[in-house]
Structures are given as C-alpha cells and as structure tokens.
C-alpha cells in the first residue's frame, strides 16, 4: 500500500483539541490532514493509496481509520470530503429539498446501492447534489456521525472563484481524478460551466478540453489551470503544452499556512483536502 506521510515537530497528539482534521474518503485512496488551529497551519498530511490501479475495499478504508492512531482522536472539527464524478448544481431558488432524488436523476441515474447528499455552496448560490457509495457513507457516519460529508467539488469551486476574483477575463480550471476529471469555467468571476468527463486516457481529456476552449472562443493566451493527479512535466502537462501556451498548477490557499515540512510536496494535487477548511 503506497503511503505518505508529513508531519511538523510540533504535532501534539494529546493536542487534537486545538486542530482541525480533513478527512478525504474514496475507493481511490484515503488522505487527511490536521490544521493546528491556533497558529492556523497544517502540520500532518498522511495519505493512503491501494496497490497498482486496484481499488479500497469498505473493510481496507474501515481498517484504514480504525487503525490510525490521529484518526480516532477528538477534534475541535472534523470535514469530510467525498469524490465524487456524479453530482449536479441547482440554483438556490429552485431548490427543495424533498426533490433532491429527482433533481438528481434528471441528469444522472441512482445506483441502488448509491446514497444521495446535498451540499450548500454561497459562489454561486446553489446546491451541490451528489451520490456516494451507501456503505462509504455508513463508514463516515460510524466513525464522525456529527459530520456531514462534501463533495470535492465544493471546496474546489470555492477555492477557484476566489482566485478568478484576481484574475481578469477567463478563469480556466481543470481538477483530474483517477478516472474522470472537472472543468470549470468562470467569466468575471461568475460560473459559465461546470462538468464531469470520464477519460481512458490523456486523448480523451485533450480532447473534451479543447473542444470547451473552442466553445468559449478561447485562444493560446488563455492561462490552463490544473489541479489534483497531474504535474509538470508529466504526460498530460507535455500534450496541452503543443496547444495551450500558459498552464499553471493551482494550490490551496486561504487563512491558513503550511510547515516547512510541506515544502516539496506538490500541495495542487491536494487542493481539495487542504482548502475544505475554507468553506465554514
């Protein structure tokens, strides 16, 4: 099991009453974070990733959080953040809750093992509404029932308004997970497009990218910005080089800073994780 771990001489874990934990859960991998609130920075990343290209099961992320010993610690406050590649926006005024089943299935189709989660994001307004695997949600609410899981989406999409609001004309955004990636797209910091693509490999997301640019009117000069399991040099970053002349890897940011210990680390592929504690 490929496994990572970063910590600040300072971690204290008879301290997690001061700290904030970040908790990401996936069948791709399990990752966390603990901010030290009182001097607001990230002081531990750990991050666990199944062999190969294989998958957790319920019972390898159940052992994952049963056995770490910072995992069963209390805290001042827990975030839970679940990838997701099935989700939908509703603007704020249509939204009712009784409907979010059916708000969720005009786009998407509900597995019958899928559990579906709404979430509130302020920029824009709306609601984010998403499935998980049921017994992935059985598995958060036994461990942190008083913590109410986010799609990754939401901190992603706060974390990219607030970096169009410095950023003039068209803000670009692309965020790869393991089999699918998100694009999003604001003008004057208002959301223009939001979307989910699988891809089998680096053609098919060359291909949907290009294709939104296109849509858009966009040119070389517009700047890529990339986040998640991607960096320079790779694969991916060589084949939109031939076409986009600026890309840039887009990290967290907020009210918070990070240990020395975090200074190699590539911090964009952990955007969602790290920037969940801006969202309240």
């Given at each position: 099991?490929?496994?990572l771990?970063l910590?600040?001489?300072?971690?204290?874990?008879?301290?997690?009453?001061?700290?904030?934990?970040?908790?990401?859960?996936?069948?791709?991998g399990?990752?966390?974070?603990?901010?030290d609130?009182?001097?607001?920075?990230?002081?531990?990343?750990r991050?666990?990733?199944?062999?190969?290209?294989?998958?957790?099961?319920d019972?390898?992320?159940?052992?994952?959080?049963?056995?770490?010993?910072?995992?069963?610690k209390?805290?001042?406050?827990?975030?839970?953040?679940m990838?997701?590649?099935?989700?939908?926006?509703?603007?704020?005024?249509?939204?009712?809750?009784?409907?979010?089943?059916?708000?969720?299935?005009?786009?998407?189709i509900?597995?019958?093992?899928?559990?579906?989660?709404?979430?509130?994001?302020?920029?824009?307004?709306?609601?984010?509404?998403?499935?998980?695997?049921?017994?992935?949600?059985?598995?958060?609410?036994?461990?942190?029932?008083?913590?109410?899981?986010?799609?990754?989406?939401?901190?992603l999409?706060?974390q990219?308004?607030?970096?169009?609001?410095?950023?003039?004309?068209?803000?670009f955004h692309?965020?790869?997970?393991?089999?699918?990636?998100?694009?999003?797209?604001?003008?004057q910091?208002?959301?223009?497009?939001?979307n989910?693509?699988?891809?089998?490999?680096i053609?098919?997301?060359?291909y949907?990218?290009?294709?939104?640019?296109?849509?858009?009117g966009?040119?070389?000069?517009?700047?890529?910005?990339?986040?998640?399991l991607?960096?320079k040099?790779?694969?991916?970053?060589?084949s939109?080089a031939?076409?986009?002349?600026?890309m840039?890897?887009?990290?967290?940011?907020?009210?918070?800073?990070?240990?020395?210990?975090?200074?190699?680390?590539?911090?964009?592929?952990?955007?969602n994780?790290?920037?969940?504690?801006?969202?309240?």
């Amino acid at each position: 099991m490929p496994y990572l771990e970063l910590f600040d001489e300072t971690l204290d874990i008879n301290a997690t009453h001061n700290y904030e934990l970040s908790l990401q859960l996936s069948p791709d991998g399990v990752a966390f974070s603990i901010l030290d609130t009182i001097r607001s920075k990230y002081i531990l990343l750990r991050s666990f990733d199944p062999d190969g290209n294989r998958y957790f099961t319920d019972d390898n992320i159940r052992d994952i959080i049963a056995r770490d010993d910072f995992l069963t610690k209390e805290y001042k406050k827990v975030n839970i953040v679940m990838p997701s590649q099935k989700f939908t926006l509703v603007p704020e005024p249509l939204f009712d809750p009784g409907k979010k089943d059916e708000y969720f299935c005009l786009n998407l189709i509900k597995e019958e093992n899928e559990t579906i989660i709404t979430n509130k994001v302020h920029e824009p307004a709306a609601y984010l509404i998403f499935s998980v695997a049921r017994p992935l949600f059985e598995i958060a609410g036994h461990f942190y029932p008083s913590v109410y899981p986010s799609h990754h989406i939401k901190p992603l999409l706060n974390q990219v308004t607030q970096y169009s609001k410095s950023h003039s004309g068209t803000y670009f955004h692309v965020h790869i997970e393991k089999e699918y990636f998100n694009v999003l797209v604001l003008e004057q910091n208002v959301l223009k497009f939001s979307n989910t693509y699988r891809f089998r490999n680096i053609s098919d997301i060359l291909y949907y990218v290009l294709n939104i640019f296109r849509t858009f009117g966009l040119g070389q000069d517009v700047t890529l910005h990339f986040s998640g399991l991607t960096e320079k040099y790779d694969d991916l970053y060589s084949s939109f080089a031939i076409y986009v002349r600026n890309m840039k890897f887009t990290g967290p940011s907020g009210n918070f800073s990070f240990s020395y210990v975090f200074n190699n680390v590539e911090l964009h592929r952990y955007i969602n994780l790290f920037s969940i504690t801006n969202c309240g």
